[in-house]
């Protein structure tokens, strides 16, 4: 006889208020009106939470901070740490509520502008920029990854109220790094673009094989838009402080691909102008990432699985399903903070097969 398995599970929910980062108190909610984390893989800032709660007069709204967790057998995962940004206080029958709306800590980036024209010097550091405006803002848990570039010229290129969040993702951008991020510990993380591939998988889902792989539901959606796609991308980088013009192009023909050279018959090119890069090379892996992402962006899916800890911004992720299995960029993902709510997720597919 066949033993059948059997996932046990104790899930509990928790929202820690932090102050100066460490445990402080905790909230109260109703429990018809759970909480909710999201993330947007395409959003400035790419992690919000909201939710109702409990008055409790000893929380400074205005700086402490909230740090939703989720439990599984008795282990607790942080789901990121949120700052407060709008509050709105009821009082009912039950008692004094707050309604909050939250985001990650990029928040304070947004919320501080330049002053005055920034000066950057030709030959500085491009992490190194970004990581002292990251100190400005008073944030000092960063990881970055090393990088050898430098700015080429000097740089003046942002008018007085700029916020730091547009020039750090502008710097980052000129290097081919993924836009600024928090990962669920609120450190601030400056990663390279990495093409997703079977090398560097996430997480892993599965419809039949749940002993190694998370089980998905079957119930899914997906969408396809290529219309119009283009398949040929021309980056060009001038300005006056450069000897010359730099020009890189990226040509789409992947035979497996359905907006490729090779399958539609015809090119449609879409020039992107640059302002600035660190280097030709970084210009052509520059364009070469626009080609790729526009080559994952035809299919976009959604899917629900249980709720779990360990998601970041832009995660690959793997799902063996009967219709649309494959290797997807995650893009999005929501969890509400109530047992037994399944956790959704959006995603783009990675890798043409």
């Known amino acids: 006889m066949r033993r059948r398995l059997t996932l046990i599970r104790d899930v509990r929910y928790a929202v820690n208020v932090l102050r100066n980062g460490a445990h402080y108190a905790s909230l109260r909610w109703k429990r018809d009106s759970a909480p909710n984390v999201y993330t947007d893989k395409n959003a400035k800032i790419k992690s919000s ?3 109702t709660f409990l008055y409790d007069p000893n929380i400074n709204y205005l700086s402490d901070e909230l740090q939703p967790t989720i439990s599984i057998n008795g282990v607790e995962n942080s789901l990121g740490i949120f700052r407060i940004t709008t509050y709105k206080e009821t009082t009912e029958e039950d008692g004094r509520w707050v309604a909050i709306e939250a985001y990650d800590r990029s928040w304070k980036l947004s919320t501080i502008k330049t002053e005055s024209i920034k000066h950057f010097s030709a030959g500085s550091s491009y992490i190194t920029i970004v990581r002292q405006m990251l100190t400005e803002a008073g944030i000092s848990l960063v990881i970055a990854t090393p990088s050898e ?5 000097d740089r003046e290129d942002w008018q007085i109220g700029t916020d730091y969040l547009t020039i750090c993702n502008a710097l980052l951008d000129e290097i081919n790094y993924d836009p600024l991020w928090f990962d669920a510990n609120g450190v601030a993380r400056l990663t390279p673009h990495e093409t997703p591939s079977a090398s560097n998988i ?6 039949t094989d749940i002993r190694f792989r998370a089980p998905v539901g079957l119930s899914a959606s ?8 283009p398949n040929v991308f021309v980056a060009i980088c001038s300005n006056p402080d450069l000897d010359a013009p730099m020009v890189a192009r990226a040509e789409n023909d992947n035979p497996s691909s359905p907006i490729s050279t090779f399958k539609r018959g ?3 090119t879409k020039v992107v102008k640059v302002d600035n890069i660190a280097s030709q090379s970084a210009l052509q892996a520059y ?3 626009i080609r790729n992402q526009s080559m994952l962006g035809t299919k976009t899916i959604t899917f629900q699985s249980l709720a779990e800890p360990g998601h970041g911004i832009g995660d690959v992720i793997a799902i063996d399903h009967p219709t649309f299995g494959g290797i997807y960029e995650e893009t999005g993902w929501y969890i509400e903070l109530k047992e037994g709510s399944m956790m959704k997720h959006t995603a783009k597919r990675a890798v043409i097969a």
């Open 266 to 268: 015809q090119k449609i």
């Open 222 to 229: 997906q969408e396809n838009d290529f219309f119009d796609a």
């Open 149 to 153: 570039a430098t700015l080429q010229t």
């Open 202 to 207: 996430d997480h892993q889902y599965s419809t």
């Open 49 to 51: 939470f909201a939710g």
């Open 287 to 289: 364009v070469e990432n």
